[in-house]
């Protein structure tokens, strides 16, 4: 068990001196820990085959084995991760607001870190090196806990990081490794130094993590998505639309758990889709009016809330788009949800009105992510509205600060009319 | 006591219209409301003399029933306000990014409303119309809860919103006043319908929100607000924006409450500083060092913590620019702190290391405030660093969505070779 006051003031104290360090430095971080991950390829491999032996002995399912195993494709991944990344413009001190506030007094909005983060992640090893490396190029500060059974793995992965740290002058404190639940349970009380806590897992997890921690929680929380085939909805278009969001893969956030009609579309659409999601092995459960179209086992109502996270799907037979977008704001997640017509009027109804990260028109759900978004990784996906919305990249590892540049004024001066506010928008970058 | 579900349920219903409402229907509502303000004007001063006379009363400090009036000036102010607010540009629909992710798959990043916000204000009948206006502004409905001592006045009010908003066919439930404590520990339990919750008061009481409540808060809280001198200092300024910043309204966030003086400047500013502050009538609270070149009352470790929102001030000799820094981040409230010094690179290192909303350089911290910096006004300062820091204007009530625009596009092409990201920035704005 660590000190996590400890490790936490260590971070916070290693985040001063990143969060004013310039682009290049960071960016030598990041190749010079590629450089490193490669000299000591054999060594990562080995402790991921430990962490991979003791997972088949307990009995660890196949597709979690599989997001375990960390061996040379997964390296070349993650170094060409790297490199991309450093490839990528500073997210930091770019000015975003520029206003003279009276004669003489200038004020800057400035991008700038966050600070301190604690990220808890699943049993990805190349999860650890993404994470930590988007912290570090935004100026951040990482706390980092994976899952139990990539230990071995993510310790030397974490020494890695940390060793490229060192090496470019920086403190190895910006990233540090926790390896026990009672490390989590203690990061979640230290509330003065960490500034913000990403959960990635389930719903009840996220939950719980807000529940015990007055720190600021973005979840990165599963997925209810929906996708409505619309009455004016090219039937051929809708059947490969739905089918790719329900079963290119089941298990992540981004796939969809319900599908909705038009009940105008349904008696073309229905059959076919239904043909085709039993063909990839989906279970349709229907509402009353599905099931009299095709066959299907009947859906009760917990269906309409439940992320499967399999080969099951729930199709629900609407009376109109504004009953799609009511059941979608009611029982979705507010992750991702997609409209499949060919009536723009439609899709813009259904885009504006459903209140989800990500609204989506004649395209699969599973587009929902920051690579394919084209912000070169992800920490998580936020279903929450504030600060981050969907994806976040390196933008969402940012904050501002407002810098004012004055020469002695007063609000006295103000109150007296010896000075007035000029409030003029100005065309320039914060000198500094 | 109000039902609160019911409240809330009907202030989501009516956020889905107001949030895809136009901006020249938006302004109507801001400016109808100033007209029937200004027709109701006897009225409303009469019902806020009632609370007048109650809270006088009962003995309410002098300087409370002051911000409880709410007369012809009161009127004046707030109906220019609406009248300027009406004039501000959109908040909403903005594309702030775009991107082509593969052929004829155009993805937007659109500003848009958060939702239903509830904000817990004090005892000024103006903040009321002040926040409802931006939040209507920005395309949120709101549930508003003011001081007890200001309850006739509030429901007028309210009212009045109610009306202005029903008259340019909008539901009245985009706005609606609670009435009791109760009232508010119902809201607090609302976390499915309700997006965000801003508490106005102390530090405590946002403490309290926030251990009560799942819903997100954005704290206005208060400001342990510094000043620093530097070494660099010329001491006329010092004097002149210390004294500022502490005096001229103490009992505000934005006012300082802890002067730091580098050891080298102290001989030559010290004296003449103490002799400004005691002329305002403040009480010094000096650690050992400013005790031997003035005579003060000697500080305790609690003062360095404190907020006193009075004519107090404490004052610590530091022996470099790190220690004030340090101090600043250790003892702060992460609101507003100013440098004083002639030396750029001084100003540079505490601007960019002082981890707070604000870093002021050479000016009074009494400048942090949303009408000040421009954004027409507030609905609270916040401190953390997630969504919004500093003052929060109508930016600070938005989010974004993502739009995602295609043809047909699935994963299961991406995946066999069949389509490939292009990740070509778009010039264009989201088509709706």
């Known amino acids: 068990m660590n000190d996590l006051h400890d490790m936490s003031l260590r971070a916070r104290n290693a985040y001063y001196d990143l969060s004013v360090s310039d682009l290049q430095s960071r960016n030598r971080v990041l190749l010079t820990l590629s450089e490193i991950l490669k000299e000591r390829a054999e060594e990562i491999f080995a402790q991921n085959q430990l962490d991979l032996a003791d997972a088949e002995k307990s009995g660890l399912p196949a597709p979690l084995l599989h997001r375990l195993k960390f061996g040379r494709d997964k390296l070349a991944q993650v170094t060409a991760g790297l490199d991309a990344l450093s490839t990528l413009p500073d997210p930091l001190s770019r000015t975003t607001y520029a206003e003279e506030i009276e004669q003489g007094l200038e004020l800057y909005r400035v991008v700038c870190p966050i600070g301190v983060i604690g990220i808890i992640f699943e049993s990805r090893p190349d999860a650890l090196i993404q994470i930590a490396s988007l912290c570090i190029k935004s100026g951040n500060t990482v706390l980092l806990k994976g899952g139990r059974e990539a230990l071995r ?86 059947v490969r639309v739905a089918v790719d969001s329900k079963v290119q893969n089941v298990s992540v ?148 600060k407002y810098k004012l540049i004055g020469s002695g004024q007063t609000m006295a001066d103000i109150k007296s009319g010896a000075a007035v506010y000029t409030h003029r928008p100005l065309e320039k970058q914060c000198p500094f």
């Open 253 to 400: 956030c981004n796939a969809a758990e319900t599908i909705l009609i038009h009940e105008k579309a349904a008696p073309a659409v229905l059959p076919a889709l239904a043909e085709a999601l039993s063909a990839s092995g989906v279970e349709i459960r229907g509402d009353e009016s599905a099931c009299g179209l095709i066959s299907c086992v009947p859906a009760s109502p917990e269906d309409w809330a439940s992320e499967y996270l399999d080969y099951i799907v729930s199709i629900r037979i609407v009376p109109s788009l504004e009953e799609a977008v009511s059941h979608i704001n009611r029982f979705g997640s507010h992750h991702t949800d997609c409209i499949i017509t060919s009536d723009q009027a439609a899709a813009s109804v259904f885009m504006n009105r459903v209140d989800s990260a990500g609204v989506y028109w004649n395209v699969s759900t599973r587009f929902a992510d920051g690579f394919v978004y084209g912000f070169g990784a992800e920490v998580g996906i936020a279903t929450g509205k504030l600060h981050a919305r969907g994806p976040m990249g390196l933008e969402g590892l940012t904050t501002y």
């Open 153 to 238: 793995s993510n310790q030397i992965l974490c020494d890695c990081v940390r060793r490229a740290l060192s090496a470019c002058g920086f403190s190895p404190d910006c990233a540090q490794l926790l390896e026990s639940r009672e490390d989590v349970s203690s990061m979640l009380k230290e509330d003065k130094l960490i500034d913000l806590i990403i959960p990635r897992g389930s719903n009840e997890f996220v939950r719980y993590i807000m529940d015990h921690s007055r720190i600021p929680v973005l979840g990165h929380s599963d997925g209810i998505c929906h996708v409505y085939i619309d009455q004016a909805a090219d039937p051929a278009l809708a």
